[in-house]
């Protein structure tokens, strides 16, 4: 049961801009944590994507960005590459519920 | 090599004990709170378990909570999580991840590539 909502897929051709929202609560998100983003390629362990709502990691290309406002937080690929199809998971704190570090429902990515 | 590799997975039966290892190699383990995740079958991702860098304080979420225990092994650079009256709804791919405190509160920057738990008469 997971606890912040994201889209269940988003699609766009290549070279297109795709972006998806993760949406939370008062007792997460809106609670002033920092929201970070995953991308888990099939088959594979997950990727830490994004950090603190909008940092890259050493290694992550441009192409994706993050941001967070309120209760809400979203994930935007630019340029989008056959090698962006994956499931992307936005992850958070919540104070409220007996999963302290808790997830999004995942987004679906496919290239076009 | 930076690197965190699982093992011990495999198939029991309900009710059944498990123990899962984590072994690290070039992160620092000592320094770094580490963690137990899990994956169901075609299903999100589960923060399962947590333990500080020093052992002395370890959370649980709810669904595991007095069946599960995260320990570690700094000498042996070694997690490990013994699972105790296993359920069917425990079947899942099991990770171990590294707590990035350097990068930011709450976040894994560093996973194992995962062992599969499966729970089945």
């Known amino acids: 049961q997971s606890v912040l909502t994201q889209p269940p897929s988003v699609s766009g051709a290549p070279g297109q801009r795709v972006t998806m929202s993760c949406t939370g609560s008062?007792?997460?998100?809106?609670?002033?944590?920092?929201v970070h983003w995953y991308q888990q390629l099939p088959g594979t362990a997950p990727k830490l994507l994004i950090y603190g709502n909008n940092n890259r990691p050493s290694g992550v290309p441009d192409r994706f960005s993050g941001s967070k406002s309120g209760t809400s937080a979203s994930l935007a690929i630019s340029g989008l590459q056959a090698e962006d199809e994956a499931d992307y998971y936005c992850?958070?704190?919540?104070?409220?519920?007996?999963?302290?570090?808790?997830f999004g429902t995942g987004t679906k990515v496919t290239v076009l | 090599q930076v690197q965190l590799v699982e093992s011990g997975g495999g198939v029991v039966q309900p009710g059944r004990s498990l123990r899962l290892s984590c072994a690290a190699s070039g992160i620092s383990f000592s320094n770094y709170g580490m963690h137990w995740l899990r994956q169901a079958p075609g299903k999100g991702l589960e923060w399962v378990a947590g333990i500080w860098s020093d052992g002395s304080n370890k959370y649980y979420a709810d669904s595991v909570k007095g069946r599960f225990t995260i320990s570690r092994d700094n000498s042996k650079n070694t997690l490990y999580l013994q699972m105790n009256s296993l359920r069917a709804e425990d079947t899942a791919v099991y990770f171990c991840?590294?707590?990035?405190?350097?990068?930011?509160?709450?976040?894994?920057?560093?996973w194992g590539q995962g062992t599969m738990v499966t729970v089945s008469s």
């Open positions: 992850q958070s704190y919540d104070i409220s519920l007996s999963g302290l570090y808790v």
């Open positions: 008062s007792s997460n998100i809106g609670a002033g944590y920092d």
């Open positions: 991840a590294r707590e990035a405190v350097h990068l930011r509160f709450g976040v894994f920057d560093i």
